[in-house]
């Protein structure tokens, strides 16, 4: 287990603040600049935190120098040396050799690295680190090289790889999708700050903070007010009214809703209304159209706001959406969510 206690560290346009706890495979995602390698860099003791420590299983490893600490660390680059083979690069790292074979990399032991894919560096990487024996895995934006056709695959093996580990393991990027592939929790950092950490299907259902939520892929966020509280809470928003099956809130409460593109549904005409739909029912006219491989992503312009909702291609067409403009949309109760109050100042 690796705790950060009372971390803090003056960086250029910000201070780096943190006092968690971290279990399991992390994926820590947030925009360029917010302080996530920094963080990886103060556990790794690459970087010295102004105050607070590091404490590694129990041991306070905050004075210790990186080659003393027992931490494997997969870089952006992989950094591998160029000179050296493969078994030389692995070797470096430590004398662990058994995850040649849990790497299945036995067969590239003699190759020059300069001979090898972007997926085989990784994974010769990904050896180096772990042949110390580590505590503790991190890895920086290890995908940030790899093309968009490999990197889905890639992905997938190394969250395999991974959840085979019995250490922590701390896993940079800012793909909210490789977070979700990769990360057992997700931690939002913004401005050196971690504004939310969880588990990961938690942190993608039930942001709590407008930032996580546009961050991870709420497109249709608005503002309101909780003017109703039964069964369901009634929020009064720009269109009127639209309820939630969330109960955390109370009458008069002025607050941060959204609903994610893929659970707005777009109503078939001449069909009977689903029963999560009801009240939820807003018109309005499509004023773009996207195709991204089997999804249709669809921009829908209400009186006053604007609607993003994706629609898979065999649902576009049976909804025959190319030819018409005038739409209805309906947001399922049960994904509606309320984000945040908002402060009255």
Known sequence: MLELRSIEKKLA????????LFQGI???????????SSLLNIISGLLKPDRGSVILNGRDITPLPPEKRRIGYVFQDFALFPHMSVRENIEYGGKNLEVVDMLDIGHLLERK??????????RIA???????????LLLDEP???????????LTFELSAILRTLEIPVVYVTHSIREALIIGEEIAVIKDGRMIQKDRTEKVYEFPESRFVAEFTGFE?????????????????????????????????????????????????EGKSLVKNLEGNVFSGRIISRTKAGAI?????????????????????????????????????????RIIERVSKS
């Open 13 to 20: 346009n910000f201070k780096l603040c943190v006092d968690e």
């Open 26 to 36: 992390t994926a820590v995602i947030g925009p360029s600049g917010s302080g996530k």
């Open 113 to 122: 690295v300069t001979e090898l894919s972007i997926g085989e560096k990784q």
């Open 126 to 136: 990904l050896a180096r680190a772990l042949a110390g024996d580590p505590d503790i």
């Open 143 to 153: 995908m940030s090289s790899v093309d968009e056709f490999m990197r889905k695959r």
């Open 220 to 268: 249709n966020v608005y503002n309101g007010r909780i003017v109703e509280k039964g069964k369901s809470l009634a929020i009064e928003w720009a269109e009127g009214i639209v309820y939630s099956e969330q109960s955390t809130f109370k009458i008069g409460d002025e607050v941060v809703f959204g609903i994610r593109p893929e659970h707005v549904m777009v109503i078939r």
């Open 296 to 336: 249709h992503e669809v921009l829908v312009k209400l009186e006053k706001e604007k609607v993003m909702v994706y629609i898979p291609d065999h649902a576009y067409h049976r909804l025959n959406l190319d030819e018409r403009v005038e739409v209805s949309i309906g947001f399922k109760r049960n994904k509606v």
